[in-house]
């Protein structure tokens, strides 16, 4: 049986009269010591962005606000799911294509990784990335 390329973690809410507080926090929905920190806003309409893997990267995605859908191919299977809400996280470990698509204007998406920015981490051509998840 395979596992799937989309792996959702719940991040622990602590809404009250208030208002809302979400967490990912090491040893609970985050599986890594954190980085670096970036976020996505302000996306342009009809703007889909991505289109690369990662070598060692692992990533959490979290949309604080609005919405997008991430797409993800291991090279064989791919798979779509939409992020909505700060309750929940996509975990995205390294030899995933992904891709952004369908940002609502108001999105932002943030993503805590497991390492610094490295250029050298990155394929950002989908046939080199095929060549590299086949062997
Ligand atoms: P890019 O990889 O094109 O973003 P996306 O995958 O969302 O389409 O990144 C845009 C620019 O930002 C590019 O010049 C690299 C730079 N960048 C950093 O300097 N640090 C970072 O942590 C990230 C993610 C990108």
Redesign the pocket.
């Known amino acids: 049986m395979t596992s799937p390329l989309v792996q959702l973690v719940d991040n622990p809410q602590h809404g009250d009269a208030r208002g809302q507080l979400s967490v990912a926090e090491l040893g609970g929905a985050l599986p890594f010591v954190v980085r ?1 920190v ?1 976020w ?1 806003h302000g996306t342009k309409p009809g703007i ?5 893997a990662h070598k060692k990267l692992h990533q959490l995605c979290v949309c604080v606000a609005g919405s997008v859908r991430i797409s993800l191919f291991d090279g064989r299977r791919e798979e779509s799911v939409v992020l909505d809400s700060s309750a929940q996280g996509l975990l995205i470990g390294p030899a995933l294509w ?1 891709e ?1 698509h369908d940002f609502s204007p108001d999105c932002v998406l943030m ?1 805590l ?1 497991d390492t ?2 490295d ?1 050298a981490d ?1 394929i ?1 051509d989908r046939d080199q990335f095929i060549r590299h998840v086949a062997g």
């Open positions: 670096r970036y996505i889909s962005r991505g289109f690369h992904r952004m993503v990784a610094e920015y250029e990155y950002r």
